[in-house]
């Protein structure tokens, strides 16, 4: 149980029609599909290696104890359940810091490459660190976690119509940043 | 425009292709199990894993809203001693801090921790509840460990009248069955455990060790130092050198007598910057950290969300309970070199 595939993730059979005798079966294949995508997420949001494990351990165990609340199909309310985490995470003595910290090392420039591409990459992440947390989260969940402004709004507890506006703002604030950053970039 | 800088971004994801390694991806397999072999699934439960603070340390808060300390300034008792500052107060702080004997390391803390229940579907609502969490550590001077924690469901407050409200329509939680994990690789203030003994004896060289392993800021500086005093597999040599740490580190203020949500009295110090105010307790006459305090200023709008994490005991132990389940997927329980009480 490993090394799940994402290709499983379609074979993922609904948790209620686990209404069965087969929970066991079923909380399983959810984790095979989805334990790699929780842990995606919490890299990208400054976890380091045990943080992450923590954040995805933290997920399945909310699913298992909570599973008649676990929706068909389960996405994206593992990503909800994991922002909580994270969230409850950040407000802890430490761990706050920690995490605050690492985020910020996980996207801030690295420097010192020279390759044209490199640059770029690092000065679109620099302009990322940049914005909001909330603009930040809005614009990583719709390109790195690949959802919909529907899913979105899931996630953060929002109406889908106020995602959409969300994203549209966090998009233009990510094209004014980025283009300061690249013009930087040029002056060099 | 955007969509281009959208798609350039998506090719910029730091975590592509990311996955947990060998050791983490069996642990995690490993915790399915247990869920599965242990407990029924569940309606709405409490849900705090076990293992959130694996990694975190001995002494990592979590949040709290109403579970405020109350001051007591001027308080003292006849006959203490009075340190004149927060320095005087932080160089009792390397006072030898492990008691008892045995391969163990033992701490048992108690946390404030913030849940957030319900569910928006079907026309319900989400509430935020404080439940009172005690964590106890056994740790093993090459980071193998075994963790028990406890919920204390009974004594849950709510920060609003509105969450209270919402708990009594959700219903009670049943409180999940203390169950020892595994702790496989634990760290204490960023700094794998195993490698406490290492650690430089040098403020200087300390300070920069610790932000090295991530305290980048002042804050987190602090609460690493402190997780760190609080340990005892701490060496008493660093102990020192964290003391000094502490002492020189800016912004701090020698509060007075603080009494802490148990009760406990003690000298308090606090670090404060404009987002945050780390405080730490110490015990008046022994020195020892009783507790840290968090109190971040800018989280919500109009309020202050404040963390306890309170020391309750420590020290050395003969013994450790056994974990479940029984095999660490790097290998057997930890056994501490000499175990055998």
Same mark, same amino acid.
């Given at each position: 149980? /490993?090394?799940?595939?994402?290709?499983?993730?379609?074979?993922?059979?609904r948790?209620?029609?686990?209404?069965?005798?087969?929970?066991?079966?079923?909380?399983?294949?959810? =984790? @095979?599909?989805?334990?790699?995508?929780?842990?995606? =997420?919490?890299?990208?949001?400054?976890?380091?290696?045990?943080?992450?494990?923590?954040?995805? /351990?933290? @997920?399945?165990?909310?699913?298992?104890?909570?599973?008649?609340?676990?929706p068909?199909?389960?996405?994206?309310?593992? =990503?909800?359940?994991?922002?909580?985490?994270?969230?409850?995470?950040?407000?802890?003595?430490?761990?706050?810091?920690?995490?605050?910290?690492?985020?910020?090392?996980?996207?801030?420039?690295?420097?010192?490459?020279?390759?044209?591409? @490199?640059?770029?990459?690092?000065?679109?992440?620099?302009?990322?660190?940049?914005? /909001?947390?909330?603009?930040?989260?809005?614009?990583?969940?719709?390109?790195?976690?690949?959802?919909? /402004?529907?899913?979105?709004?899931?996630?953060?507890?929002?109406?889908?119509?106020?995602?959409?506006?969300?994203?549209?703002?966090?998009?233009?604030?990510?094209?004014? @940043?980025?283009?300061?950053?690249?013009?930087?970039?040029?002056?060099? | 425009?955007?969509?281009?800088?959208?798609?350039?971004?998506?090719?910029?994801?730091?975590?592509?292709?990311?996955?947990?390694?060998?050791?983490?991806?069996? $642990?995690?397999?490993?915790?399915?199990? &247990?869920l599965?072999?242990?407990?029924?699934?569940?309606?709405?439960?409490?849900?705090?894993?076990?293992?959130?603070?694996?990694?975190?340390?001995? +002494?990592?808060?979590?949040?709290?809203?109403?579970?405020?300390?109350?001051?007591?300034?001027?308080?003292?008792?006849?006959? %203490?001693?009075?340190?004149?500052?927060a320095?005087?107060?932080?160089?009792?702080?390397?006072?030898?801090?492990?008691?008892?004997?045995?391969?163990? &390391?033992?701490?048992?803390?108690?946390?404030?921790? $913030?849940?957030?229940?319900? !569910?928006?579907?079907g026309?319900?609502?989400?509430?935020?509840?404080?439940?009172?969490?005690?964590?106890?550590?056994?740790?093993?001077?090459?980071?193998?460990g075994?963790?028990?924690?406890?919920?204390?469901?009974?004594a849950?407050?709510?920060?609003?009248?509105?969450?209270?409200?919402?708990?009594?329509r959700?219903?009670?939680?049943?409180?999940?069955?203390?169950?020892? *994990?595994?702790?496989?690789?634990? !760290?204490?203030?960023?700094?794998?455990?195993?490698?406490?003994?290492d650690?430089?004896?040098?403020?200087?060289?300390?300070?920069e060790?610790?932000?090295?392993?991530?305290?980048?800021?002042?804050?987190?500086?602090?609460?690493?130092?402190?997780?760190?005093?609080?340990?005892p +597999?701490?060496?008493?040599?660093?102990? *020192?050198?964290?003391?000094?740490? +502490?002492?020189?580190?800016?912004?701090? #203020? #020698?509060?007075g007598?603080l009494?802490?949500?148990?009760?406990?009295?003690?000298?308090?110090?606090?670090? $404060?910057?404009?987002?945050?105010?780390?405080?730490?307790?110490?015990?008046?006459? $022994?020195?020892?950290?009783?507790?840290?305090?968090?109190?971040?200023?800018?989280?919500?709008?109009?309020? !202050?969300?404040?963390?306890?994490?309170?020391?309750?005991?420590?020290?050395?132990?003969?013994?450790?309970?056994?974990?479940?389940?029984?095999? %660490?997927?790097?290998?057997?329980?930890?056994?501490?070199?000499?175990?055998?009480?």
């Open positions: 149980m /490993s090394t799940p595939a994402p290709a499983l993730a379609a074979a993922v059979p948790p209620h029609a686990a209404d069965g005798p087969d929970h066991a079966a079923a909380f399983r294949a959810l =984790y @095979v599909a989805h334990r790699d995508a929780i842990w995606r =997420y919490a890299v990208r949001r400054g976890a380091d290696a045990a943080a992450a494990e923590d954040v995805v /351990s933290e @997920v399945f165990t909310v699913a298992w104890r909570r599973w008649t609340d676990v068909a199909p389960a996405l994206p309310w593992p =990503y909800g359940v994991a922002r909580r985490v994270l969230a409850n995470e950040r407000r802890a003595a430490g761990r706050r810091a920690a995490l605050d910290d690492r985020l910020a090392a996980a996207v801030a420039p690295g420097g010192g490459d020279p390759a044209a591409a @490199v640059a770029e990459r690092d000065a679109l992440l620099a302009a990322l660190a940049l914005l /909001s947390p909330a603009d930040r989260e809005v614009l990583m969940l719709a390109v790195w976690e690949d959802l919909d /402004s529907d899913a979105i709004a899931t996630v953060l507890g929002c109406r889908p119509g106020t995602a959409r506006v969300r994203l549209h703002r966090a998009r233009t604030r990510l094209a004014r @940043v980025a283009a300061t950053q690249l013009i930087q970039e040029d002056d060099r | 425009m955007t969509a281009d800088l959208l798609d350039r971004l998506r090719a910029a994801d730091p975590a592509a292709g990311a996955t947990p390694s060998t050791d983490r991806a069996r $642990s995690l397999d490993a915790l399915v199990e &247990a599965v072999s242990h407990e029924p699934p569940g309606p709405a439960r409490s849900a705090r894993a076990e293992r959130r603070r694996l990694t975190a340390g001995v +002494l990592v808060g979590a949040a709290a809203c109403a579970m405020a300390a109350v001051p007591i300034l001027g308080g003292d008792r006849p006959g %203490a001693v009075s340190p004149a500052s320095a005087a107060v932080l160089e009792r702080a390397a006072a030898p801090d492990a008691s008892g004997s045995g391969p163990w &390391a033992y701490t048992k803390t108690l946390d404030y921790v $913030s849940h957030v229940r319900g !569910t928006r579907r026309g319900g609502t989400t509430f935020v509840t404080i439940v009172p969490t005690t964590y106890e550590l056994w740790l093993a001077a090459d980071g193998r075994v963790m028990r924690t406890t919920t204390d469901e009974a849950a407050t709510y920060p609003t009248e509105a969450d209270r409200r919402a708990a009594k959700a219903g009670p939680v049943p409180p999940p069955a203390p169950m020892p *994990t595994t702790v496989r690789q634990a !760290t204490v203030g960023g700094i794998p455990a195993r490698g406490l003994a650690l430089p004896t040098q403020p200087a060289a300390l300070r060790r610790l932000r090295g392993a991530g305290a980048a800021s002042d804050q987190a500086l602090v609460q690493r130092a402190a997780m760190l005093l609080a340990s +597999l701490t060496p008493a040599d660093v102990r *020192t050198a964290l003391a000094e740490v +502490l002492r020189t580190a800016p912004g701090a #203020r #020698r509060v007598t009494t802490d949500p148990r009760g406990r009295s003690g000298e308090a110090v606090e670090f $404060s910057d404009e987002a945050w105010d780390t405080l730490l307790l110490f015990d008046r006459d $022994s020195g020892r950290l009783l507790g840290i305090r968090s109190r971040g200023k800018r989280e919500l709008p109009g309020r !202050t969300i404040e963390d306890w994490s309170l020391i309750l005991d420590r020290g050395l132990r003969k013994r450790a309970p056994e974990a479940v389940p029984p095999a %660490a997927p790097s290998g057997p329980p930890p056994t501490a070199p000499g175990a055998g009480g």
